[in-house]
């Protein structure tokens, strides 16, 4: 028997980057059920993009904070030109880097273990000594972090924090509702802290109920740690990316945990 046989998994990264975990599951003999919890579209105002642009020479740096963020801003980049031979590329994580890589985008400067902005801060290329007086562009989604343009601010950097996608609520959560009363969800995994609080956000009193009592399968430590703090009980802390998750899910006490 397969190892997620007849457990159904709620999968909730948006719906351009679930397509391998969902995958996964069914090779496990798993339902994978898709509710992302961010819709991601085009920045709603695009001049600033287009005006980075027009200016990346003038950079040293360009980060880009995620998968979203390379499909939203990298194509127009290309399309106005060549990636300059002096602007060093980075990125929060190993997939980001892949999508930069397949269009030639590289060497692309990324954390190798924890993909989050504290792990791309104790990199030697974003030390003090290291961007005192450069330029960096961060290509990021409304809403973010400011940790890492804060942090590089103070390390001495011109920042630039351009935003190259829009994130937004899903309206309906009726379907998830639904199933959560009739106990037809066995687990949920997260990417985002922030789709964490727009889930529980979604749901009434009970559903949310239902929801703390489920696995809830995270691959970053401060996912889990505001998973925590808004109540969920049962929190497993995966290693990184599809890989990491997937072996948690497989090796997952189930009988134990009913």
Not at 128 to 152: P, S, W
Not at 175 to 199: H, V, Y
Not at 226 to 245: C, F, K, N, S, W
């Amino acid at each position: 028997m397969n190892s997620l046989q007849g457990k159904c998994i709620l999968v909730t990264r948006p719906a351009a980057q679930a397509g391998e975990l969902v995958r996964m599951i069914a090779a496990e003999g798993g339902r994978a059920l898709r509710f992302p919890l961010l819709e991601i579209g085009p920045a709603d105002d695009p001049e600033p993009l287009q005006q980075a642009i027009a200016r990346l020479a003038d950079y040293a740096m360009a980060i880009f904070i995620s998968p979203n963020a390379v499909a939203f801003s990298l194509p127009q980049i290309l399309a106005a030109g060549h990636w300059p031979d002096t602007l060093q590329a980075a990125a929060i994580g190993q997939g980001s880097a892949a999508q930069l890589a397949i269009h030639g985008i590289g060497p692309v400067i990324a954390p190798a273990d924890r993909f989050d902005s504290e792990a791309l801060l104790e990199l030697t290329a974003f030390q003090a000594d290291a961007v005192a007086g450069k330029t960096v562009l961060i290509l990021r989604g409304n809403g973010g972090r400011e940790l890492l343009a804060e942090t590089l601010r103070e390390r001495g950097a011109q920042v630039d924090a351009v935003t190259c996608y829009h994130r937004s609520l899903p309206v309906d959560a009726a379907p998830i509702l639904s199933l959560l009363r009739n106990k037809q969800i066995d687990a949920l995994t997260i990417s985002s802290s922030e789709g964490l609080r727009n889930l529980l956000a979604l749901l009434d009193t009970d559903g949310c109920q239902q929801l703390r009592r489920l696995p809830l399968f995270v691959p970053h430590q401060r996912i889990a740690e505001v998973a925590a703090e808004l109540g969920l009980q049962r929190i497993v802390l995966t290693a990184p990316a599809d890989a990491g998750i997937i072996e948690s899910l497989c090796t997952y006490n189930w009988l134990h945990h009913e």
